[in-house]
């Protein structure tokens, strides 16, 4: 059965101090894993698409690396406005997407 | 604006009174799909429709009905709303190449079922 495990369910920061969100996950047949932002009361924002092992991709201080088990999202200096969940999904060889329910991250001033 | 929208964004109703929360979406995708959203257990895709007519459930479609009698439109039909149905609901669509197709989401829906 395809699953998605996030951890940590919840990280605090201080402003500029660097770290990773993990997302375990197993599936038949990866077709893409994918990263989501979401903010209080809104629906998930995308972020990236990693479809292969070793494939990295980075956008402003967020950057998401994949191996054939796990991804990571690295943020690096973080800033007060990157506070949200963060949302991991996965495809498989159905046409589904399978969540895991997300880090919850804070970043204080 | 390219976007998917949902109505009504917020909803208290009572159990067994039937209700439609409409999704739409100006961006021509073939792929939607409608997921809720509940604490510690993440989005659960409800059913999905690959194109006009065509429609699946997902993993969670019991006490759920949906159509897609146009391309742009995908509502979500509670025919007898109970308790256990008030979450915070999410349309989605995508392009639908049957690839690892980026799904872009809606506002959201909160429904309270008394």
């Known amino acids: 059965e395809d699953q998605v495990t996030q951890s940590p369910e919840a990280l605090r920061l201080q402003e500029g101090e660097s770290s990773s969100l993990n997302c375990s996950y197993t599936v038949s047949g990866l077709r893409g894993l ?12 995308f972020l990236f698409t990693l479809y292969s092992a070793g494939e990295e991709k980075e956008k402003e201080r967020l950057k998401a690396t994949l191996t054939k088990k796990e991804s ?11 506070s949200a969940t963060y949302l991991c999904a996965v495809q498989g060889n159905t046409d589904k997407l399978i ?8 970043v204080f001033p | 604006e390219a ?7 917020y909803l ?3 159990t067994g009174k039937k209700l439609t929360v409409t999704c739409s979406q100006n961006m021509n995708h073939e792929y939607m799909s409608w997921y809720r959203q ?5 989005l659960r895709q409800i059913y999905y429709s690959m194109n006009v007519e065509v429609t699946d459930k997902g993993d969670v479609p019991e006490g759920y009905k949906v159509s897609r ?6 509502p979500l039909i509670l025919e007898s709303p109970s308790p256990n149905q008030t979450s915070l609901y999410f349309c989605a669509s995508s392009i ?8 872009y989401f809606g506002p959201g829906t909160r429904l309270t079922v008394l």
């Open chain 1, 34 to 45: 994918f990263w989501y932002r979401q903010d209080p009361g809104k629906g998930p924002e």
């Open chain 1, 72 to 82: 990571f999202l690295h943020i690096t200096a973080p800033k007060p406005e990157d």
């Open chain 1, 99 to 106: 969540f895991g329910t997300g880090t919850r991250l804070q």
């Open chain 2, 3 to 9: 976007q998917v929208t949902q109505n009504p964004r």
């Open chain 2, 12 to 14: 208290i109703t009572v």
């Open chain 2, 38 to 42: 509940d604490p510690g257990l993440g």
């Open chain 2, 69 to 74: 009698k146009e391309k742009r439109n995908f």
């Open chain 2, 96 to 103: 639908g190449t049957g690839l690892a197709d980026t799904q």
